[in-house]
């Protein structure tokens, strides 16, 4: 079994448990629910630099990446650089991320945040609305077309933005539809790992200039981003090469400061 069929399978577990434990008119009943979200797509689009930097402890691939950095000094410190957005992992099991990361994260700055999790369930969706998230991530790979639809357009209906997740030209045929904003091309290979910006570079022309483009995994200097640009790509997401460091915020508005030279 790959990684990905494991996280998945745990995942449904884990979504089966919390709906028992937190009804989703309890969700839709917090404070949080209703508040005013921020469009990631639209930040992306005016912005020359596009970065979106992670919160991210560990990984399936790296067992630690960093356990001493909070939450809400990250935030604080990707703010104050100048991102566009802060992408927040909520998963326990393999990432070490949890719900109350965004809470934190919400609280503490006024990015557009993305919930970067493994959605299988519309559940799930609510949930990232009553914890503060503006935008969702959808991953082409564990959905079908019908599931991209239903929670794509459940997303909109709770105005969050939709960034779908794609690593090949298959996964990138079944989703395109009006209900996503943002188109984003994964570089890593999630059966071996291996990471190659060549993925991104091939699947560009396939996809339509009603998208923002964004480029995952792999992008760890500002020659990857400058190789990138041409290719119509908006969005580039960071995950490790900030939070490997002593002071994410401050490793983030140096990468920035140098992207603009």
Known sequence: MDILTKIVKDKRVEVDLRKQLIPIKQLEESILFD????????????????????????????????HNLNVFDVAKGYEKAGVCGMSVLTDGKYFGGSLDDLLTARSSC????????FIIDEYQIVEAKAHGADVILLIAAILSKAE????????????????????????????????????????????????????SK???????????????????????????????????????????TDNAGESAAQFINDLKQ
């Open 202 to 244: 091939r699947l560009s022309e396939s996809i339509p200039n009603d998208f923002v483009k964004v480029s995952e995994s792999g992008i760890s200097s500002i020659d990857a981003i400058k190789i990138l640009q041409p290719y119509g790509y908006k969005g580039f997401l960071i995950g490790e090469n900030f939070m490997k």
């Open 148 to 199: 991209i639809k239903q929670f794509s357009e459940l997303a909109k209906q709770l105005n969050l933005d939709v960034l779908l997740e794609v690593h090949n030209q298959e996964e990138l045929d079944k989703s395109i539809m009006p209900s996503l904003d943002m188109l984003g091309v994964n570089n890593r290979n999630l059966k071996t790992f291996e990471v190659s910006l060549e993925t």
């Open 35 to 66: 508040h005013e979200t921020i469009s990631l797509a639209k930040r992306l689009k005016e912005s020359h630099t596009g970065i979106i930097a992670e919160h991210k402890r560990r990984s399936p691939s790296k067992q630690v990446i960093n």
């Open 110 to 117: 006024n990015l557009p945040l993305l919930r970067k999790e």
